[in-house]
């Protein structure tokens, strides 16, 4: 995995904390990006200017071999077995980690957040200085910095996601072209004399990005008054007149990064009302991605979408932070090992950066009429930004 961890070495110099300490499995995606070894049960990682690992003797070989570590050590390096035996597991385990690190010459270690407290303290008991976001030099949440590392992307990775990306337009076509190709009967959707579901069409999602390569937990299929919730899932039949979000995010089976893609289908004839939400949606996404370049704040990009909104006399978390109707999320989010992850592209969100992935997604929701969403997955560049999405944009089906 390419990565540059240029920005964690600033942070070490910046600190004087002499390393960066991760006790996660390969699930955590800061552990993943720092170790660049992928293993279902917890392990550690510790970056002290080279990445060093500390696994069970069953995942020594793999990670020998795939994690590109500068060394890798075995608990039974450290005479586990014996320590248990003296001390008890949860004590053996702590003197091995202390010495692990302490071989390297670190006498002080950051770590994120969501370090276990009971590792710590037992570094703590061992010589070791373990410093969280709460406690000095690091303070102030400092010790997201892989967060924020993870969030500019190398060519490599941008490639990455570029490919899950290629992968979510397949499935994207599939979903469409089962909704295109449904009939009508009685206001419902009918696909092969049954009606059409959204399981249905989730399943096609799901078989055609397995094909291509990627895989998803799960997916948006919402029409209706489904559609009027950002995060409902959607089920049943689907009904003809009405709006169906298709929402896609599926994660690269081998790189482990993902793509998101929004797009809103209609079969039948959308009420006036549905092509007006529509046509100010694309509107919207249009000024967000003309915001996007180096500098600007994702603040400001969130700012353009409430924009075309507002002056359209549609209401905004902006201007109403009650409302349950019209532009009720934020515009978009960081894509990379995580769905979601930093930047953010809403209130508050900071400078944009070359390398940044990002997503654009406006969309307007009200019960009594449903939900539109669009959205794109772009890269920040040096001049402006490459939108990643080849997708085009369509009510009727």
């Not at 992928?38 to 994690?67: C, I, K, N, Q, W």
């Not at 008054?225 to 896609?248: C, F, K, N, T």
Request: glycine share 10%; charged share 30%; aromatic share 6%.
């Amino acid at each position: 995995m390419e990565r540059d961890l240029s920005a964690l070495d600033a942070f070490l110099d910046e600190t004087g904390v002499d390393g960066f300490l991760i006790d996660a499995a390969g699930d955590d995606s800061d552990q993943l990006y720092l170790s660049g070894f992928d293993a279902p049960d917890p392990f550690h990682t510790l970056y002290d200017g080279e990445v060093h690992l500390l696994v069970s003797s069953l995942e020594y070989g793999r990670a020998m071999t795939e994690s590109r570590a500068a060394s890798v050590e075995r608990h039974v390096d450290y005479d586990l077995p014996a320590l248990v035996e003296e001390h008890g597991r949860l004590e053996g385990g702590r003197r091995v980690l202390a010495s692990f690190v302490g071989d390297r010459g670190v006498e002080s270690v950051a770590v994120p957040s969501r370090f276990p407290v009971a590792t710590a303290d037992g570094l703590r008991d061992h010589g070791i200085e373990v410093h969280s976001p709460d406690t000095p030099p690091i303070g102030r949440g400092g010790t997201n910095v892989i967060e924020s590392t993870r969030a500019k992307k190398t060519d490599a990775e941008v490639d990455h996601v570029r490919t899950a990306q290629k992968a979510n337009e397949a499935a994207m076509a599939a979903a469409e072209d089962l909704i295109a190709a449904a009939s009508i009967e009685n206001g419902t959707l009918h696909h092969e004399d049954e009606p059409l579901t959204s399981e249905r069409v989730k399943e096609e999602i799901e078989v055609t990005l397995l094909r291509h390569g990627c895989a998803l937990d799960e997916t948006i299929v919402a029409c209706g008054a489904d559609a009027a919730d950002p995060h409902d899932r959607g089920s049943g039949p689907l009904a003809a007149d009405e709006p169906i979000i298709v929402d896609i995010f599926p994660r690269d089976k081998a790189t482990k990064y993902h793509a998101d893609m929004t797009r809103t289908f209609l079969k039948g004839d959308p009420p006036e009302e549905i092509r007006r939400w529509y046509d100010l949606t694309a509107e919207a996404k249009q000024a967000a991605l003309e915001t996007v370049e180096p500098g600007a704040t994702g603040a400001a990009v969130h700012d353009a979408v409430c924009d075309v909104y507002e002056d359209a006399g549609e209401p905004t978390l902006r201007s109403d932070e009650t409302t349950e109707t019209g532009f009720i999320h934020n515009t978009g989010h960081g894509v990379g090992l995580d769905v979601h992850e930093q930047p953010l592209v809403g209130p508050g969100g900071g400078e944009l950066e070359p390398g940044h992935v990002i997503t654009i997604e406006p969309g307007l929701y009200d019960p009594a009429v449903g939900g539109i969403r669009i959205e794109d997955i772009v890269v920040v560049t040096e001049d402006g930004y490459e939108n990643l999405t080849d997708y085009p944009e369509a009510l009727v089906v």
